[in-house]
């Protein structure tokens, strides 16, 4: 099972700094997808930088309203 997001923080590079309720710390790399048509606008920092941790065991959220799982997040990010 894998554990719960409690916290995000927005990182240079189009990278999310991932804090887990298990102690785990890891970053998910987003600039392969910043150039997708729809994931285009989180290419602005200002709007980058929203990301935020959204419900309980849920992904992480932009002010735009564009969202990413938890699934893909943690097992699509690297351990620091």
Known sequence: ???TLNKVEPLNGYKLKL???NGEC?????TDFVDEPVFKSLKNMAIFNTAKKIRID???????????????????SKSL
């Open 26 to 30: 890891k970053v998910y790399d987003c």
């Open 19 to 21: 804090l887990y309720n």
């Open 58 to 76: 849920s992904g992480v959220e932009f002010i735009n309203g564009i969202d990413i799982c938890p699934d893909d997040l943690y097992y699509g």
């Open 1 to 3: 099972m894998r554990p």
